[in-house]
């Protein structure tokens, strides 16, 4: 797949065929995609935790919060839709600088790209609680996790919708269940100068 239609499919996916598991050596793959990701002053201070077994991938899933713009009942994934892996995006509070956030995105960003060229779908959590994931996972209390990434194949599409800058962006669902992400018209966001 070319790079525009990489970009273009790998949207966020929140329905995944959960009989489907992802194979050890795509899992891989997309783990290798972390050493790739630029970091500030190349400080390299987040870690990760790939959440592999069935028992834990569930006790991530169900202590996240899905689709903030939907309603509660179609937002959360029901069982057999639910995903199927987890990396889990930990930092290093003694050593962080202020690029955090970017940092984050970068490897988020190489993550799921790496795995959307397997046609591997993914959903960026930010609302996760810090506490009840790390009794699950177990990590050192030097460090936080504020974001977690769920990947599966999708059973649903998710697509762009282009609009006007003062049109509503909040993603919905058509009337197939597909995710529609609105976004806004380059030239309405881009100066040229």
Wanted: proline share 3%; aromatic share 10%; glycine share 4%.
């Amino acid at each position: 797949m070319d790079l525009k239609k990489l970009l273009e499919w790998r949207r966020t996916y929140r329905k995944f065929n959960e009989s489907k598991k992802i194979d050890k050596n795509d899992i891989e793959e997309i783990l290798d995609s972390i050493k790739f990701a630029s970091c500030a002053n190349n400080r390299q201070f987040l870690r990760f935790i790939s959440i592999e077994s069935e028992e834990k991938v569930l006790e991530v899933f169900k202590n996240s919060l899905w689709a903030a713009s939907l309603p509660r009942d179609v937002a959360t994934p029901k069982e057999g839709e639910r995903p199927v892996y987890f990396v889990a995006i930990l930092t290093d509070e003694k050593r962080k600088l202020r690029f955090n956030g970017i940092d984050e995105g970068l490897v988020i960003s190489n993550l799921t790209l790496a795995a959307a060229e397997k046609g591997i779908g993914s959903c960026i959590i930010g609302s996760v609680k810090d506490a009840k994931i790390r009794e699950i996972l177990g990590y050192d209390e030097n460090y936080s996790c504020e974001v977690v990434v769920a990947f599966g194949y999708p059973i649903v599409e998710s697509s762009i919708k282009e609009i006007e800058i003062d049109e509503d962006q909040s993603y919905y669902l058509d009337d197939k269940g597909n995710y529609v992400v609105p976004k806004y018209k380059k030239e309405d966001i881009v100066k040229r100068i």
